[in-house]
C-alpha cells in the first residue's frame, strides 16, 4: 500500500482532471502520456491519454482529426474514445481502459504465439480494420504490436509446451522449451493510436473526400491503395507473433528501408519450418511489394486459415478479476 501511494504522490497532477484520481502511468508516446485513472464520479477505470500543448511537436490538428475520427467510430475491436477536452496547457482524451496492456508485451513474455492464439488475435484486429475501411473511411496508418492492446488482462493457458528449435547445432539437446500456448480463447483485442490516421472516403457518397471530378488520377489511385498500408501492416503483425521477430529488420535504418521497399524477407529455418504454408501463403499475400496486388481486408477474412477452426473451441475464456 506505502509503495502504491508513493508512486500515485509521483504522477503528474492535471489541472482540470480533479474528476479523476490517476492511478498509473501506461505508456507514452511520441507527444503524449497515457495513465490509468478512476472517475471519481462513476468510480469506473478509465485510460486518460494527455498531451501537452507546450511540446515542441504540438500539432491542433493532428489532435482534432484523431479526436474526430474516434468520435465516429464505434466497434468491439476498437478503443472507444468516452470523452474529449482541453484546457490551457493540455488535450485530454478520456478512453476505454484496456487493462490487458500491449501485443507488444505478451510477444515479449512469450516469445511467439501458436497459429490458433496468431488466428484469435489478428482476425479480431482485422475486424477492427474491415469496420474502419468500409464503414468508416479510414485508414489506421500506425498498426504495430504496440496499438493493438488486450482487455480484459489475458491469461493465455500453457496447456501444450511448444518445442522451439534453436539454432545452435553443437547443442546435444534439440532446442529449448520456451512457454507454450495452448490456443482457446485470451479475450478481445482493441485496436489504438488514431493519431496517424486519416480519412479516405466520404462516407455518404462512398468515393474519396473533395471534388472527385477535379481530382488527378494519381490522387484517386492512392486513396483507393492508401488502404493497403494497413494490409501490409497486418502481415507484418501476423509475422511476429507467430516466430517473435518482424519480418524486415536491420540494425541500419537505410539497409532496411531498402529491405522493405524491396519486400525482402524470408520464413527463416528452423523457426518457421514447423508453420504451415496456409499461413505463410496469407502472409506473402500481405508482404507484396505491388499494392495493387496485396490483399485486401475482405480478401484477408475469406482466406482459408482465417477459417480454419481452432484445436481447442468454446473453452471458458480464463480472465483475471479487475483490480
Ligand atoms: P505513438 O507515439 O506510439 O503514436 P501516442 O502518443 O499516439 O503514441 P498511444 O499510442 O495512443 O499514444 O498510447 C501510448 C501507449 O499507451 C500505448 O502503446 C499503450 O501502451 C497505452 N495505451 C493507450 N491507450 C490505452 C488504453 N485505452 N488502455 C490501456 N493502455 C493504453
Redesign the pocket.
Known amino acids: 500500500v506505502e509503495a502504491d501511494n508513493k508512486r500515485r504522490s509521483q504522477l503528474p497532477h492535471y489541472p482540470g482532471l480533479e474528476r479523476f484520481e490517476m492511478i498509473r502511468k ?7 502520456n ?1 495513465f ?1 485513472a478512476r472517475d471519481l464520479k462513476t468510480g469506473k477505470k478509465v ?1 486518460i ?1 494527455v498531451a501537452q500543448k507546450s511540446h515542441p511537436n504540438d500539432k491542433r490538428a493532428n489532435i482534432m482529426k484523431e479526436v474526430e475520427i474516434m468520435r465516429n467510430v464505434r466497434h468491439p475491436n476498437i ?1 472507444q474514445l468516452i470523452h474529449y477536452m482541453e484546457t490551457y496547457d493540455n488535450y485530454f482524451l478520456t ?4 487493462q490487458g ?2 501485443l507488444f508485451h505478451q510477444i515479449v513474455k512469450l516469445t511467439y504465439f501458436s497459429e490458433n492464439l496468431s488466428r484469435h488475435v489478428i482476425t479480431q484486429v482485422a475486424l477492427a480494420v474491415r469496420h474502419l475501411h468500409e464503414e468508416c473511411g479510414v485508414v489506421h496508418r ?1 498498426i504495430k504490436p ?2 493493438i ?1 488486450f482487455d480484459p488482462i489475458p491469461i493465455i493457458p500453457s496447456k501444450k509446451r511448444i518445442y522451439r528449435p534453436t539454432d545452435s547445432a553443437d547443442k546435444e539437446d534439440e532446442g529449448e522449451f520456451m512457454p507454450g500456448i495452448g490456443g482457446g480463447g485470451i479475450g478481445n483485442i482493441k485496436l ?2 488514431f ?2 490516421s486519416k480519412v479516405i472516403w466520404d462516407n455518404s457518397t462512398l468515393t474519396p473526400c473533395g471534388t472527385v471530378g477535379y481530382t488527378a488520377p494519381e490522387i484517386v489511385t492512392d486513396q483507393r491503395y492508401s488502404k493497403s498500408v494497413d494490409m501490409w501492416a497486418i502481415g507484418c503483425v501476423l509475422y511476429t507473433i507467430l516466430c517473435g521477430f518482424p519480418p524486415f529488420y536491420d540494425n541500419s535504418i537505410r539497409a532496411l528501408t531498402e529491405k522493405v521497399a524491396r519486400g525482402e524477407y524470408t520464413f527463416l529455418s528452423p523457426w518457421w519450418d514447423t508453420i504451415s504454408d496456409s499461413v505463410k501463403d496469407l502472409i506473402s499475400h500481405l508482404l507484396c511489394v505491388d499494392a495493387r496486388k496485396r490483399y485486401t481486408i475482405d480478401q484477408f477474412l475469406n482466406h482459408p486459415w482465417i477459417k480454419e477452426e481452432p484445436f481447442i473451441r468454446n473453452d471458458p475464456m480464463p480472465v483475471l478479476p479487475a483490480k
Not at 26 to 32: C, K, M, P, T, V
Not at 95 to 98: A, E, G, H, K
Open positions: 501506461l505508456g507514452d508516446g511520441a507527444f503524449s497515457v490509468e485510460a491519454k478503443v478512453l476505454d481502459l484496456c496492456g500491449e500506425d504496440e496499438n492492446l489504438a493510436d493519431g496517424l
